[in-house]
């Protein structure tokens, strides 16, 4: 979204990430080369745990709901507000890091006057519409004894507050929640990481593997 940009959808999101930020790959490809079938970002498997040097059940689990998130898209600016549920899974790896799965479904609001997000005309505030994806990250770090969020289930909603200078006061890092690594930030690498959007039969991927497309 052009998240990870966001890191985001802040969306590759947040370490802090506001979220979301600046697109990280501004390659064009095509839907073909990215995704085994056209509409579905799965297509590559590149969120399953068999990616994961993994076995055994996640040692956290958790889904979770997002608020008034900013989105970035190719022009580098912030286009739409976004709402998110991410399901958040860590897998701990025979190396003592740890395998993170984040799985996003997500309704997108945007904004008018804004570059659209594949940054090929400018948007009018009707295109709102869905979108899906996430990322496979590694962590290095220690899992926390007593995390202030619980480690199954649902941890609520989080509303980041987001404005279109990309300035998300409300915004939580997971990551930093879940994991310490003493005085600094556990280790935090993105192994892939894609999204696909659709308003009406308009779609754009942004994804680590490259970019095509619009909303519009």
């Known amino acids: ?15 802090v990430l506001s979220a979301t930020t600046l697109v990280l790959a501004v390659l064009v490809v095509t839907t073909s080369n990215l995704f085994a079938t056209p509409g579905n970002i799965r297509g590559t498997n590149s969120l399953g745990k068999k990616l994961c040097d993994a076995t055994g059940s996640p040692v956290i689990n958790v889904t979770q709901k997002i608020t008034n998130d900013a989105d970035s898209g ?36 945007s904004q008018a006057g804004q570059t659209s997000p594949g940054a090929t005309g400018t948007l009018t ?26 480690t199954k289930g649902s941890v609520g909603t989080t509303n980041y507050q987001c404005d279109l200078s990309g300035n998300c006061p409300g915004a939580v890092s997971w990551v930093n929640v879940y994991f310490t690594n003493g005085p600094s930030d556990p280790g935090f690498d993105y192994q892939w990481w894609g999204w696909q959007y659709q308003y009406q039969n308009h779609t754009w991927i942004n994804s680590s593997d490259g970019n095509s497309g619009d909303i519009i």
């Open 1 to 15: 979204m052009a998240k990870i940009n966001k890191l985001n959808h802040n969306h590759l999101f947040t370490i």
């Open 74 to 109: 190719q022009a580098g600016n912030y286009w739409a507000f976004d709402t998110i549920t991410r399901q958040i899974k860590v897998y701990k790896q025979t190396d003592a890091t740890f395998c993170a799965i984040v799985d996003y479904q997500g309704r997108f609001d």
């Open 125 to 150: 505030g009707v295109e709102d519409g869905t979108f899906k994806g996430g990322y496979r990250a590694t962590i290095t770090g220690t899992l926390k004894a007593n995390p202030s969020w619980q």
